[in-house]
């Protein structure tokens, strides 16, 4: 006998393909984002030492405060220094900073 699975199985599944999708678009994105433009100093993986030891790797920033709270600064154009280093200032889009924001969670060891 062959059984056929719910509709709202399948319905579910219909559904969150797409999303599902996207969030990975969307973590790829981010990924690109972070290795481009913040790679040169800080980790941006899930493992491995930053470039520039005084630079936090990005896995650990939710130990430091929370990640949502990066959301305005990297909008408007975040600037820090790293006891002494200058940080170069980045402005991201809307998309992109959903993105950043998005990967940097995925990565995150508590």
């Known amino acids: 006998m062959v059984r056929f699975a719910p509709l709202a199985f399948v319905m579910s599944?219909?559904?969150?393909?797409?999303?599902?999708?996207?969030?990975?678009?969307?973590?790829?994105?981010?990924?690109?984002?972070?290795?481009?433009?913040?790679?040169?100093c800080h980790?941006?993986?899930?493992?491995?030492?930053?470039?520039?030891?005084?630079?936090p790797p990005f896995r650990y920033l939710a130990r430091k405060y929370p990640l949502s709270n990066l959301e305005e600064a990297l909008g408007e154009g975040i600037v820090v220094?790293?006891?002494?280093?200058?940080?170069?200032?980045?402005?991201?889009?809307?998309?992109?900073?959903?993105?950043l924001l998005a990967y940097l969670g995925s990565i995150q060891k508590r």
């Open 13 to 40: 599944i219909a559904f969150a393909a797409p999303a599902m999708a996207a969030e990975s678009d969307a973590l790829k994105l981010g990924a690109g984002i972070a290795k481009a433009n913040c790679g040169s």
């Open 43 to 55: 980790a941006v993986g899930r493992t491995g030492a930053s470039p520039n030891p005084k630079s």
């Open 81 to 99: 220094g790293h006891e002494g280093l200058e940080m170069p200032q980045f402005r991201f889009d809307a998309k992109e900073v959903e993105a």
